[in-house]
């Protein structure tokens, strides 16, 4: 199984709209080692690197790790994590896959 890191963040229950809840995001950018962050924290690169450590502006796919701890329902889609300057700088809506190429799990907009 592949690595990757998690980020702590609020987003919207995908499965009813109805509330704003706490999760993590699994992702794959940066370095790539089980790292936990919160939005505010800066990326660390340098061991087992996916993406591109000079694009200045990143969208990143991120996976919730469980279900709504509110209602019950399954968080299926992803999450778009927004990276600035390697900064972890908020969460978006939900990710559309049509943003990448196949296989891919980040777009770099800058």
Do not use: K
């Not at 699994?26 to 924290?41: E, K, P, W």
């Not at 969460?91 to 896959?97: A, E, I, S, T």
């Not at 990448?100 to 980040?106: C, T, V």
């Amino acid at each position: 199984m592949a690595a990757f890191n998690t980020l702590e963040a609020r987003v919207v229950c995908s499965a009813t709209g109805a509330h704003v809840i706490d999760v993590r995001l699994q992702y794959r950018y940066a370095a790539t080692q089980q790292y936990h962050y919160v939005i505010g924290d800066r990326i660390s690169w340098g061991i087992n690197d996916v993406g591109e450590p000079t694009a200045q502006r990143v969208l990143v796919a991120g996976l919730p790790d469980a279900d709504c701890p509110s209602c019950g329902g399954a968080l299926e889609a992803d999450h778009a994590i927004l990276i600035v300057g390697d900064v972890l700088v908020g969460v978006g809506g939900l990710w559309d896959p049509r943003w990448l190429a196949e296989g891919e799990q980040f777009v770099a907009i800058d």
